[in-house]
């Protein structure tokens, strides 16, 4: 089965007293031919390619009503696209977080590598104190809810509350909440099939390492769906589907097949081209918890787990 990117969606939720919550404002153009969509933006925009790539990464361009981020987009004639003209929120400033979108509810964030999720110590660096730190300095009056966790190396999108009223509500549904989470990786070796499933029980030993069995050990049922993107001569690019969210599920899963996830000090073999575990969350789709709307995000592929492949 192929799995298919969809386009994101957002679903804007507007807190008039704050000035933080202004409406986008979008210009709207008719496209006239077929085009990659950046090729289209950089013909039809008088601003710099730097500052259209900006605005096409920080989800400011819109393909007939849908966000779009990707710069390969095939635009057709008779397409609409809206650009963003509101400006940009300064207030958030972090090199480590990446506020991808936010209402009085909820946030999304993109975090980079190397941050924790949560603070697992007093001076520790992590995407909660960040935010806290940013309500703070906007006046809202609110803290962050961590709602589910990243490991401190995997980079990617996440969800916080504004609330643990909305915690409770996206933790107590999180299954029907979310219908939609992938992950890319690089994997050390050329995968054997193009796409497939993984299922196996899944359970920490007393040395904290998580273990699989194909019967019932007492552990965790997990289901990954994978699917391969690229290949070099050493290794393969990879979108692994959640059915389910275990702890360490991709990182064993990935070691089962013997082509473990690269840059893994606990389950991999010591291949780490990049220097960094090479695993990124890079779609999240999920039901707004109050809205009920369909919030639909994704990021590009990290641009070092690219040059892997462009090495060729």
């Not at 981020?69 to 003209?85: A, E, N, Q, R, W």
């Amino acid at each position: 089965m192929v799995l298919v990117l969809k386009h994101c969606t957002f679903a804007v939720m507007i807190k008039k007293q704050n000035p933080f919550f202004r409406k986008a404002r979008y210009e709207q153009m008719e496209v006239r031919e077929e085009a990659p969509l950046l090729e289209w933006l950089l013909a039809n925009l008088s601003q710099s390619k730097s500052k259209t790539k900006a605005t096409l990464h920080n989800h400011g361009v819109k393909v007939n009503k849908r966000l779009v981020t990707k710069f390969d987009y095939m635009l057709k004639p008779g397409d609409h696209v809206s650009i963003s003209t509101s400006k940009k929120n300064d207030t958030f400033q972090s090199k480590h977080v990446k506020l991808v979108y936010e209402d009085r509810y909820l946030v999304v964030v993109e975090k980079n590598n190397g941050i924790l999720s949560m603070a697992a110590g007093h001076t520790s660096l992590n995407v909660k104190k960040v935010l806290d730190d940013y309500f703070h300095k906007s006046h809202q009056k609110c803290t962050a809810h961590v709602v589910h966790r990243l490991d401190r190396d995997t980079s990617g999108l996440m969800i916080y509350a504004k609330s643990m009223e909305v915690e409770q509500l996206l933790e107590h549904d999180w299954h029907n909440i979310v219908y939609d989470r992938r992950y890319i990786a690089v994997l050390s070796g050329q995968m054997e099939d193009n796409e497939g499933v993984i299922a196996n029980w899944l359970k920490d030993n007393k040395a904290y390492v998580t273990y699989s069995s194909p019967v019932d050990n007492g552990g965790k049922y997990a289901v990954s769906h994978f699917h391969v993107l690229d290949r070099s001569a050493n290794h393969s690019l990879v979108e692994f589907k959640l059915e389910t969210g275990r702890k360490n599920q991709i990182r064993v899963h990935a070691a089962d097949m013997n082509h473990p996830v690269c840059g893994d000090i606990k389950y991999g073999n010591g291949d780490d081209p990049i220097h960094r575990l090479a695993l990124h969350a890079y779609v999240l789709c999920f039901y707004h918890p109050l809205t009920h709307q369909p919030m639909e995000f994704s990021t590009s592929i990290p641009i070092s787990f690219r040059k892997v492949f462009a090495k060729r």
